[in-house]
């Protein structure tokens, strides 16, 4: 069985398919029809609901979610809140109301998730008393992952910006409960000759959440041919856009363990399932351009719900943060039955879509080496929109100032390849070099033998040849001529 909350309301579920979404459990199952099918990929955002998180020190947070991708059995445990749980007894929330007030609202569908968006800006920045009005950078990017099909962004804004003038929603809305319910106490799953029962068995198809690492290792010995759900961004999609039907999943996201972040002197550890929101504020101290590389990726939906071991292990070669580990030389913790074993990311990838992942593993962690005083890590992504786009080239550059010359010179692309790989003759042609522009000038001109690209809808591959070299010259510019590189709006990282 699996428990949740919806709109403050406890519900308990054991007769369900394992892969249904959330979207589908909310319109067919308890008729919340609000809520919008759109895309059915995560990009329009007219799906949009608030995930309800409280931390130990009581701290109630709320997220932007796509239900249409989310599995259902992924919010076992959590509280979700629909825009049905906005309002009570008349009082629309704040954003509802200014949205009516600023005629906000055009054709109505996409209406709703936009709603939700700006409901978790307001709860976070303005219930909680933190700011009396949001910046446009919040707005933005709160509706970074919602579109507006009628372009009615104009009237949107200026909702979003009046919402903090209006009343507060009602103490008696399903917004405003604090915590949003208490779950009822679920024994340990039963375990059986070293089996554990699952927590759904619906006509043959198979749903497991386990609590621990020590049950996930139990199920995988299993069954180990089970699909592992991280966040789910990109898997998700195999069952609302291929019409695949998974006969065993299991859940990942009650694992405490793989959601931690530790540090040591010399390396940070990511648990498999850091959502890329939670990761940025660890990743900024340390390695700033990667944390800035986290607001181009997807849109706040996604990331509230991506996970960094799941864009590892989901081995794409159009991923964005694999190439930036592979600069840092991160190592891949895979885990198993068998014990914990270390990988070099540079031989993680093994071909496109493959990993050397062995049956019943998983990857538990990402141990990431910080840099040095002399090390220098370079960013970049290529893409036809700000955010919530796919890269046409993503960059990532490591390397070292060595007594004045570049050493340890580490470049990694993605989409430029079946798999994330490494620019070896351009980073053969920077060591040694005087650490200078000119150095990445000639480099630049070797960036054609490292890569064969294939045209695909986002690029040729002389666009995307033409790309990687010149951004091999503006890490030069980085570190010798910043001024002379103009970047649009708040984001060093702008679309190229």
């Given amino acids: 069985m699996i428990q949740f909350s919806i709109n403050g309301q406890l519900v308990k579920e054991d007769k369900i398919d ?31 609901i608030l995930m309800v998180e409280q931390d130990d020190s009581g701290v109630v947070s709320f997220q932007a979610m796509n239900a249409c991708i989310a599995l259902l059995g992924s919010i076992d445990g959590k509280s979700i809140i629909t825009v049905e749980g906005l ?12 949205m009516v007030e600023h005629h906000g609202s055009q054709c109505g569908f996409c209406t709703p998730g936009i709603v939700a968006s700006l409901a978790a800006l307001y709860q976070n920045k303005i219930a909680n008393k933190s700011v009396s009005a949001v910046t446009e950078h919040d707005i933005y990017q709160a509706l970074s992952g919602n579109l507006c099909r009628c372009t009615g962004y104009r009237p949107i804004i200026e909702a979003a910006k009046a919402m903090g003038q209006y009343p507060g929603p009602s103490a008696t809305a399903a917004i405003s409960a604090t915590p949003v319910v208490q779950f009822d106490p679920i024994a340990q799953q039963e375990c059986r000759d070293g089996h554990l029962k699952a927590s759904i068995d619906y006509e043959g198809r198979k749903l497991f959440v386990p609590e621990s ?15 592992l759900w991280a966040g789910g961004t990109d898997l998700g999609l195999e069952i609302t856009q291929m019409f695949k039907q998974f006969e065993i999943i299991i859940c990942l996201h009650k694992i405490k363990t793989l959601t931690e972040v530790t540090e040591t002197e010399h390396a940070m550890k990511f648990g498999a399932m850091v959502s890329y929101t939670d990761s940025e504020t660890h990743l900024a101290k340390h390695f700033p351009s990667f944390a800035m590389l ?20 989901n081995a794409s070669p159009i991923g964005d943060t694999p190439p930036v580990f592979m600069a840092l030389e991160a190592r891949v913790e895979l885990s198993s039955s068998e014990g914990v074993r270390e990988v070099a ?32 890590l370079h960013v970049f992504k290529v893409s036809k929109r700000k955010e919530d786009d796919i890269s046409a080239v993503l960059m990532a550059v490591r390397l070292d100032n060595k007594d004045g010359k570049i050493a340890n010179a580490r470049i990694a692309c993605g989409g430029m390849a079946a798999t994330p ?22 480099a630049a001109q ?33 570190l010798f001529s910043p001024e002379v590189l103009v970047y649009p709006n708040h984001s060093a990282l702008g679309v190229q």
């Fill in 421 to 442: 790989l490494r620019a070896e003759k351009t980073e053969a042609s920077l060591n040694g070099a005087d650490f200078a522009l000119e150095s990445f000038e000639r």
């Fill in 18 to 48: 394992p892969n249904w979404t959330v979207l589908r459990y909310l319109r067919t199952k308890i008729a919340l029809p609000a809520t919008k099918e759109g895309c059915a990929g995560g990009d329009c955002g007219a799906c949009s």
């Fill in 345 to 376: 990311i540079d031989d993680f990838f093994t071909g496109y879509k493959q990993t050397a992942m062995n049956k019943g593993e998983y990857l538990s962690a990402l141990i990431v080496p910080k840099l040095l005083s002399n090390q220098h």
């Fill in 446 to 478: 070797q960036i054609k033998y490292d890569y064969s690209p294939i045209l695909d809808v986002r690029a040729t591959p002389e666009y995307r040849l033409n790309v990687a070299s010149n951004l091999i010259i503006k890490t030069g510019l980085q």
């Fill in 294 to 313: 986290i607001d181009r990726i997807a849109a706040v939906q996604i990331r509230n719900l991506g996970t960094l071991g799941g864009n590892v292990a």
């Fill in 213 to 227: 690492e020590d049950q996930l290792k139990l199920i995988l010995k299993q069954h180990p041919n089970a699909t």
């Fill in 87 to 98: 309002s009570a007894e008349g009082q629309l929330h704040p954003v509802q109301t200014a």
